[in-house]
């Protein structure tokens, strides 16, 4: 099983991924590429450093994301959670489907920071 985080604004992936209201998180079986669960986890305040840990406490292995700063992908990797980033702007649904199949194509990082 792996754990996703996805940042979302109004449903669809925030390009900015501190800045996000809240994340969905999708448990899924990488083997069988099924989602078996689906919840909502509201973002702390934005402070720079906060997001890896309070990702990585709730046992996330895995973020995708439509940008983020070269920081925060470093501590997330110091903390063993992958990120993918470049995303389209699509639900968590879709693009954790695309991921599991092998077919999301992502671009260029949306953060310039």
């Known amino acids: 099983m792996i754990k996703i985080a996805i940042p979302v604004h109004d449903g669809m992936l925030n390009t900015h991924f501190g800045h996000c209201e809240k994340f969905v998180i999708i448990d899924a079986d990488e083997t069988s590429k099924t989602i078996s669960q689906t919840s909502e986890l509201e973002a702390p305040p934005h402070e720079p450093g ?14 995708i994301a439509g940008g983020m700063g ?7 990797a110091e903390r063993n959670i992958k990120v993918i980033y470049g995303a389209p702007c699509d639900t ?4 954790v489907k695309s991921f599991l199949d092998g ?9 310039d920071h």
């Open 103 to 111: 077919k999301l194509v992502t671009g260029v990082n949306a953060c």
């Open 50 to 63: 906060l997001l890896p840990k309070f990702l990585g406490e709730r046992g996330i292995n895995l973020i």
């Open 70 to 76: 070269g920081r925060a992908q470093s501590l997330f």
């Open 92 to 95: 968590p649904e879709n693009l």
